[in-house]
């Protein structure tokens, strides 16, 4: 039998269920990974061993007393699975650190809603992954726990701030990880790393209350699954999706299989340089990769992108400029890292925007009339297939050299920026490799689309995506 850290996250479920693996085994595989590669990169900065290894027994006596009779089919979705959970999202009796050393003694006092469905569900956490200060770097590297190391290039970033959870869905250390999204924070580590991912619309999957609330991460802020198959996705989105008292902007979603209707059923168009702006030739392959697998799955396949999509990109550093961090200059000093400091200096910098509180309602005015026309883009054409960063990913420390490199780092993650400001859907799925590093692209839908886009992500793959875990090279 195939490794059971080689699994997808479903497979491991469905072994389980088939009793040819316990639920104690699929704990103690990945438990074992960690053991193996996690030295080399640094992904899972927290671990659950014994309290992992006892929920497993307590699973398994809940399967064998379950199996052949009624109660079997009461069993969670994700029964037995063993996930890992970013460290900004909160894990009752747990502290969530944001990376940061002052933080250690902040420890949450309940699970975050989407853990809490995660954990209902039948899944085990067996650990926490890293991330830069307060996620706020494209980059991971945390003043409490260090960098970590892109598995398929040491030399190169492995995205952030979701890069712990990316690297270690990657390699194999977890089949099924809970990262969240502001700025690509999902989907950059997804592209740098190899792995899928859905960002879904605002409000779809509930959000509990956040260290720092601000109205620019209130607004664009989102939990997500991350995962090496669509499929896994798919179902880790089924059970966290819907509302929940604690998040003021969650709505009912539309179920799997339902029509959306403002989405015409099998039509996408495609973009390879996102505003007429250069794309890197890596990136811009992995795109016609996808459209050919997607125009062989039988859509209808056309060029195109939503209109003034330089506004919507725009509108993201606005909102941000907009809104200040809400903190003294003291206080930054005294919480972040060196690092994370110049990098927020050269980010700010590098934001060629001219803001402050008094535009943001006319920016919010703008985010209404760019969703108004997006809204009315995809009723008539379709999804849109694009891509995630147009760059590749950069080489470490990149992002602490210069306003101008900064700016162009940015200007890469354009369609990441644009996404986040108008709050749609996006699903990431890889496509292949060139040049010793992962290829995806990116699928975006208008609100509430979640499973649209995951229909088309997992055409791709069929048809375009990779053997994964691989071992860190």
Known sequence: MTEIWKKGALEIVAAIRGGEISCREAVQAHLDRIDTVNSTINAVVRRYDDAALKAADEADAALAAGRGHQNA????????????????????????????????????????????????????????????????RLHTDSGLYGPTVNPWDSTRTPGGSSGGEAAALSTGMSPLGLGNDYCGSLRWPSQACGVATLKPTLGAIPRGALAVTLASIDLMMVHGPMARHVQDLRVAYGVMAGPDPVDPWTSPVLPEGAVHPHLPKGKVAVSTNPGGERAHSQVVSGIEKAAAALEAAGYEVSEGEPPNFQDAVRLWSEINKAVPLGMSGDMIRALFSEDALKTMGLWGAALDVEAGPETLGASLARRTELLREWGAWFNENGLWLTATATDIPFKIGDDLSTPERMGEILRGHRVIMATNALCLPSTV??????????????IIGPRFSEYQCLDAAEAVEQVAGMTMPIDPK
Do not use: F, W
């Open 429 to 442: 799925v890889p496509v292949g490799h060139e040049g010793g590093l992962p290829q995806s692209v990116q």
């Open 73 to 136: 089919g009461k069993l969670g979705p994700l029964h037995g699975l063993p996930v890992t959970l970013k460290e900004n999202v909160d894990m009752a009796g747990e502290p969530t650190t944001q990376g940061m050393p002052a933080l250690l003694n902040r420890i949450a006092e309940a699970d975050e809603p989407a853990v809490a469905r995660l954990r209902a569900a039948g899944a085990i956490v067996i650990g926490r992954t890293n991330l830069p200060d307060m996620g706020l």
